[in-house]
């Protein structure tokens, strides 16, 4: 289709960008799939024609994407292995881009009701009776959750992170939790300003167990909009004007 | 907060892991802004007390999470730049983690039309008229563009980011940009396997016309409507179904 070739400035192109475009390639085409051992560092060396010095600065920066994990135990042969949980590095990703893009605070809020309500919308259409009782044991861990605010954060995050799973859309699962977990550390700080946790924490729980209540009901339209609000209140009111 | 320590296991933290981290959280915490240069390899050896190794497999890292970009011309005192531009970062991880979590392009798609449903509604509320007036002359030239489906493609992309940035939400606008990103080599493969690809883009044309229309109006229910529909119909006719 192309009517004439046009001139492209030549670039030099690193020899561990090379090794590195090649592992991507293989996980992209799915040859190389999460679980997976990738060859050892020698055998890359020798597969592939390059230093030992530029296999090693592509391993490591799949690393540092989050792509691959070095396998306990060192040696030579030690070898890698192709994540199976992206997640960690889509968040880690995320935050970083967040800063960079000097991105605010009420966009990630934004967008983030965006896809709960989704999410919760799309669960009062799925949901079983073993989906709702799972939720209501999330809450019921809240409710009891008074020693630590981290222990209730976790069960907050996994009582958001389910109503995603329940509706079905694996994406929109990993990016809610990238994006909450972008901000983790903002909300550990507003929780930390608190005079009381526990009493914004009994708040939390209510709001939980009325969105709760319309998922197993199956209204869609009252669970988006009580998800909504619980998240657009709690940044307004603790996040962004404590 | 904390009522008893509990143990961590040791984990040996190797020594470019620590220069990564050092440099992630200046970026975090806003000391180290996008367009802003890095020190020099020498100059982070010195001031980190590591090897020249250690500093270097750090930068590659970055750069190959997209992060920073090496500076044209090298040398010992090159040094790297902070991007100004980390979409393409996102982009790049999100193809990996689509692959990686085995996600189906059916739950891309839906995530997609959730935001673009948003950003149209966005649009319609707070379109000016040179927004408007940009819009249109994106339609005219995608109306245009029948010398290459590239040159088509790229003012279709041209005209999705755009109602998101009128919308006014910036990671909004962002994830919708790396999340067509993410597919676009099975967009072009639908594309090339059409026996006359300029009679779906005039269809394509005047899905954009619609759109623009509704947005114009500040119809932002017909907006998403419209919009919602445009993306469905193009990977269910298209991609998934071809």
Known sequence: MTTEAAWEPVRRVRMHEQVLAQIEEKILDGSLRAGEKLPSERELVSALGVSRTSVR???RALEAMGIIEARTGSGADAGSVVTARSTPALTNLLRLHLALARISLADLVETRVQLERNAARGAAATRTPEDVARL????EGMRAADQEYQQFNALDTEFHVSIARISG???ATDLMQALRGAVESEMAAAFARLPDWRAVAADLVAEHEAILRA???GDGDRAAELVAEHITRFYTDRVLNP
Chains 1, 2 share one sequence.
């Open 57 to 59: 600065e592509a391993l």
């Open 215 to 217: 998922i197993e009901a």
């Open 169 to 171: 859309n694996a994406l």
């Open 136 to 139: 209501a044991e999330l809450v």
